[in-house]
């Protein structure tokens, strides 16, 4: 059965239109407001956008379920271009440590950071993840996220990496888009503790080709950084996905500039995530590039560091700037974009209306999906956010509170659902 929606009278309907690549420089700020405005969707798809007296008059209007806006904000749902979805328990024993004053290296050699979330994982049932990570889902989707990037690289082995991407594909579309990614090469697992070649090696000629032809991935990403892997591990690591069909993303600079970004460049990346540490010949490679840079402020906000990418001049060279959560259970354990966008514009000085469009429609190009979502056109999904807020701005002002009223997600409200537990059983 056909579904119709109308949703009218918003005081303001951020649309996002514009050209068809990412926003950048000026056009980052342009929301394509249209004042008292209306959607018309029908089964899943926007149909028709503009002024409410025009759309209310229109015959296919007549039967829609009409959902007033009057005195809101309706806005395209948000795009989380970055995620550690599956990802077992939180870190409390890094989060203490890290309060006392240890460094990231020093919270990894005292048994906590990448590593301890690895035993979890391994340990966990495919069951439990599944309930942990649903909870998660259903409260992104609650926020206003509507589309999900999903990495693996909590399993580090050949088992545990498969149940990563088979529980992020079960999920899709479960309530929301789940997009995942092979993170193989996220550290180096204890059978391989000084052998990081040899891992790299495993990855491109086992893992790979396995996820590839398994259709498990969409994109494979490797964390170039210190005591991660360096630039020339990461090459190879990026050169066999591309070979085998996978995006190449890559985690770039969070702790120290190796030359992430010029790879992420020469590799024709889609996104270089993170950026803290990245100097100005690397905001000009790309501001003169096709990768968009990804910006994660709430792994800088929660570690308790001042250093946060350098948006303002991102932005101002020209460079694609998007902004995720970076959800993940030791450096970001949060779900919330409006936060996100919060801290854009407290810590990076980034706009309202940039901030906006860095987490919708240049999330959507991070991830290759803008011509499906990212914005309010006729002819994509309806993926939507009726805000309870008259004015744009308040979503970053009010940080850490859901403004969120209605999230649609292809046409259709997603309802709050009884979170789903694990029996002790699956133990």
């Excluded at 350098?310 to 450096?331: C, H, K, S, Y």
Aim: glycine share 8%; net charge neutral; with cysteine.
């Amino acid at each position: 059965m056909t579904s119709t929606y109308l949703i009218r009278g918003a005081k303001q309907l951020l649309t996002l239109r514009g050209a068809a690549g990412p926003r950048r420089g000026p056009a980052l700020a342009d929301l394509g407001i249209i004042l008292d405005g209306a959607v018309l969707i029908e089964d899943g798809i926007i149909k028709e956008v503009g002024p409410s007296r025009r759309l209310t008059n229109l015959a296919s209007a007549r039967e829609a379920t009409e959902i007033e806006a009057y005195g809101k904000v309706v806005l395209p749902g948000f795009v989380d271009s970055h995620t550690h979805l599956v990802c077992g328990p939180p870190r409390l024993k890094d989060y203490e440590m890290r309060i006392a004053g240890k460094t990231y290296a020093e919270i990894a050699a005292n048994g906590g950071g990448i590593l301890s979330t690895v035993r979890s994982v391994r340990s966990w049932t495919w069951r439990r993840l599944e309930a942990e990570a649903r909870k998660v889902l259903r409260r992104m989707g609650e926020h206003g996220t509507t589309s999900v990037e999903a990495k693996s690289g909590y399993g580090l082995d050949e088992t545990s990496e498969f149940k990563l991407l088979r529980a992020a594909r079960h999920w899709d579309a479960r309530p929301l888009d789940i997009y995942s990614t092979f993170l193989g090469a996220h550290a180096v697992p204890p059978e391989f503790e000084g052998r990081a070649d040899d891992y790299i090696s495993w990855l491109c000629t086992d893992m790979i080709p396995a996820v590839a032809r398994r259709r498990l991935a969409d994109y494979a990403d490797v964390y170039c950084d210190q005591n991660a892997f360096t630039v020339e591990q990461s090459r190879r690591y990026l050169q066999a996905a591309r070979l085998a069909g996978l995006k190449p993303r890559i985690h770039a600079s969070q702790f120290a500039n190796l030359g992430a970004v010029q790879l992420a460049v020469e590799q024709g990346a889609m996104s270089a995530d993170h950026l803290e540490q990245i100097a100005e010949a690397e905001v000009r490679a790309l501001a003169q590039s096709n990768v968009v840079a990804t910006l994660l402020p709430g792994s800088v906000f929660h570690i308790g560091s001042s250093r946060y990418p350098p948006a303002r001049q991102l932005i101002e060279a020209g460079a694609a700037v998007a902004l995720a959560t970076d959800f993940n259970p030791g450096t970001s354990p949060t779900y919330n974009m409006q936060m996100v966008l919060a801290l854009a514009c407290t810590q990076m000085r980034m706009t309202p209306a940039e901030a906006i469009a860095a987490a919708t429609v240049n999330g959507a190009h991070a991830l290759g999906i803008a011509g499906q979502v990212g914005s309010i056109e006729a002819g994509k999904q309806a993926d939507l956010l009726l805000m309870d807020i008259s004015d744009y701005r308040e979503i970053p002002y009010h940080f850490g509170v859901n403004q969120v009223e209605l999230t649609f997600k292809r046409g259709e409200i997603l309802q709050k659902e009884k979170e789903p537990a694990w029996d002790i059983n699956d133990l």
